[in-house]
């Protein structure tokens, strides 16, 4: 990521794989049972979650990404939550279009740092 750039977020999805043999997952949980699993003690459901979470992924793995604001602030668009909007004064330096040079120095940086998956925003 060049110095000059600032993170910003826009969501992106995200694969869901099917479940491993061995894990379900369910849809048709009733409010009794909702409200119990509401009601466990924090460990316990951290507990839970882990479980699940290493029958799915590798444990003590996670995936590596880079996302870079190749468009800082100016957006014409005027979502309100957003602070990338103009009519927000932010103090933040608007920057135009990174270069296709740019992004991709900053993509293979990226690369050789460990990430896997490279994000680009655009305000
Ligand atoms: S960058 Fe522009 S289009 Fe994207 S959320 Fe912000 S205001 Fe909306």
Redesign the pocket.
Known sequence: MSESASE?F?GHAHHVAAPPPGVSVRHDWSLAEVRALYKLPLLELVYRAQTVHRAVFQENKVQLCSLLSIKTGG?????A??????RYKTGVQAEKLMSVPEVLKSASQARAAGATRFCM???
């Open positions: 910003s826009h957006c014409p668009e005027d979502c939550y957003c602070p990338q909007a103009a925003g655009a305000a």
